[in-house]
C-alpha cells in the first residue's frame, strides 16, 4: 500500500502505539461513566485481591476478571461510539450491536462474581 511508507516504524510506532492507548484511556475516562465508575470499583477490588489472594494463582483469579471487565467496557464503548458515528437514528441491528456489547461486560461481572465466589467458597 502506498500510505505505509509513511508509517512510522521501529521505537517510533512503538510510542506511538503507547500514546494512543493512553489517548483512549484517558478519553474513556472522560466520556464514559461506566468506566469512570469501573475503575472506581477496580481501586478496591484490585487491591483487595492482592490482599485476600493466597498465593499468585488466587491473586491472579481475583484481580484479572477486573480487568478484564475494564478492557470488555472499552471495546463496548468503541462499539457504541461506531454506531452512533454511522448513524444515531434506530435500526434493529444498531440496537442488537449495542445490547451484545452490554451482555458481554455483564459477562465480564458474571466472571468476576464467579472468581471471587469459588476462592472463597474453597476455603470454607
Not at 472499552?74 to 450491536?97: F, M, Q, V, W, Y
Not at 451482555?103 to 471471587?116: D, I
Not at 469459588?118 to 470454607?124: G, K
Amino acid at each position: 500500500m502506498i500510505t505505509d511508507r509513511y508509517k512510522s516504524t521501529g521505537w517510533r510506532r512503538l510510542l506511538a502505539a503507547f500514546m494512543n492507548s493512553f489517548k483512549g484511556l484517558r478519553d474513556g475516562w472522560r466520556e464514559e461513566e461506566a468506566f469512570r465508575l469501573e475503575v472506581i470499583m477496580g481501586v478496591f477490588v484490585i487491591p483487595a485481591g492482592l490482599l485476600l489472594g493466597n498465593g499468585p494463582l488466587e491473586k491472579i483469579a481475583l484481580i484479572a476478571p477486573m480487568l478484564l471487565v475494564f478492557i470488555i467496557e472499552l471495546l463496548n464503548s468503541a462499539i457504541e461510539a461506531a454506531i452512533d458515528r454511522i448513524s444515531e437514528d434506530h435500526h434493529p441491528l444498531s440496537g442488537l450491536a449495542k445490547d451484545l456489547g452490554s451482555a458481554a461486560v455483564f459477562v465480564g461481572y458474571v466472571l468476576l462474581a464467579l472468581c471471587w465466589g469459588i476462592v472463597f467458597w474453597a476455603r470454607l
